[in-house]
């Protein structure tokens, strides 16, 4: 049976940079309930990383995690200076010094990833979401995390790509193949929005119109929650969801504001920021 | 930085706010409520450079805070919050 | 005078009959996905049975999340005071009345004459409501009617963190992980969504004495889960997921 909801694992090593050169080697590693990733900087410079499912298997994620990142390097972890664990699992990171929240490490990455001028970021996990202020260093200044309710949450996204028999990858395109933006299905809660959705189904509506009804309800969600703490530019998006074109193109229609293109794979902001943290954390000498 | 706790769900939304840089974890919140739902934090997993104690709610009550805070607050005739008032820095907030 | 009450809620759809305060008919039937149809085959279903016409009805009163489709319809009152003038009639020591139905929880506090003195309702989130239940027992993979006698041969409590019926779907799937056997977490099923319901009813402040009512009432494991938690007795009437639609056909016939 085809499972719909797996997006694509990837792994990747800074073409240009030698560990061997560096000062200061560090790690983060972001053990969410869905996706884990493992960061390695040199110097506060991306080196490697990875991006891989959870699984059920989550005690042994970290270290899956870390291994495939450093696949090819020639690097192993007793180089590696400091890690700091972070995320649903970061309890769970065996080899890392300190644990920080995810809210913290996505401030900081965001900052990293999209430069200084961020101001609001929003995180979709697979599990949770999040509206985060964050200062020019990337410092953390207002933040609210929903992770009661799959709602506005990747696994909301999965849900519905299994009930149409699309894959995770293609929905946000899919999404947008409308004439006309149909009207959204009336209930963000996802066991509701299904049976709605399969109604839909029933009388007819073709695939990219009931997607489109999801992902308009979806977007919608996000921005009341977005909307508690404010929208201040520049305004970027981290995790998973940043790369649902679907979401992205209806959450910059409702808040009037564009959000800012990534330089990386956005579902490592977590443990970027993590990486930044144990840098830091070695140069203060914890 | 203002902290949000709590969570928004088909019925509503619900945070309970605390600002930090007011905070300075003297546990007067931790007493007063009762249904103990705040705990202090020595080490603020949010701010990895804080030097002072922090309090926050506890991660067992976050995702129901609608129910254990449903007490203090009944449908009708709606008295002061107690961890509001026990709070003397003013860094409390409900937002429902 | 002959009213009669038709609830029309998110699953199912129930059409009580009354002829001068008596009982004459009634029907329940699972809302379709042509749901008109189904509005349709319930009353031809009842009225069949009772010998009438859809026209002998003096008065018909609708109620529940789809009222406003009852054209046959005079009038529509809302769940609450339906729910509440049902449960005071069939007992009139109920001062707190709890109805569970498929997408909505409700926690109504009465009076002695059956007045709604207060209410809180959990919508629009599956985690209170049958809903709940229903994707907890396909998880399971067992048939809902069976989640509740299996949970009571529980011999331990197991905590489910989850507030959300999609997460604590997940949630399951670990406990099968960690060898939970099945009666376990059908009982920990009943105890999350009784705690979230226990809540709601603590807001209106609950009195004896308490009445269940809904489609969810028949669950016997929610219903020992309810208990347990409220600390107390719980009255279940013997159609627990008829009361609204009574209470709409005594509301009709100015009662």
Known sequence: MAEFWRWTESRWTAPDKDWKKAKIITAGVDVGSVSSQAVVMVDGELYCYSNMRTGSDSPNSA?????WALEGTGLSLDKIQYTVGTGYGRVNVPFAQRAITEIACHGRGANFIYGPTVRTVLDMGGQDCKAIHIDEKGKVTN?????????????????FADLLGVSINEVGELSLKVEEEPPPVSSTCVVFAKSEASGLLREGWPKEKVIAAYTSAMAHRVVTLLERIGVEPDFAITGGIAKNVGVVTRLEKELHIKALIPKYDTQIAGAVGAALFARALVEKGK | MIANFGYKDGSGEYFLSID??????????VTACPA??????DEDPNDPFREIPVAAIKDSERKKIKYACGPCKPV???PSLPCVVACKQGAIAHSW | ????????GAKTIKIVIMKDGQVIGQNLVMAGYDFQESLKTAWDEVL????????????????GAGKKEAGMAHDQVTEISAAARGAITLDNRVRTVIDVGAEEGRAIKIDANGKVVDFAINEKCAAGAGAFTEAMARALEVKLEELGPLSLTSTQAVAMNAQCAVFAESELVTLVHAKTLKPDMARAVHDAIADRIVSMVRRVGMENEVMLIGGVAKNVGFYESLKRELETEVIVPKDPELVSALGAALLAAGK
């Open chain 1, 63 to 67: 270290t899956n995690a870390m291994n």
């Open chain 1, 143 to 159: 933040f609210l995390m929903n992770d009661k309710c799959a709602a506005g949450t990747g696994r909301g996204m999965e849900v």
């Open chain 2, 20 to 29: 930090t840089d007011k905070c300075n974890g003297c546990r007067d919140c």
């Open chain 2, 36 to 41: 103990q739902v705040f705990e202090i934090r």
């Open chain 2, 76 to 78: 009708s005739k709606r």
């Open chain 3, 1 to 8: 005078m002959i009213t009669a009450g038709v609830d029309i």
């Open chain 3, 48 to 63: 069949t049975k009772t010998g009438l016409t859809l026209n002998q009805i003096d008065r018909i009163v609708a109620t």
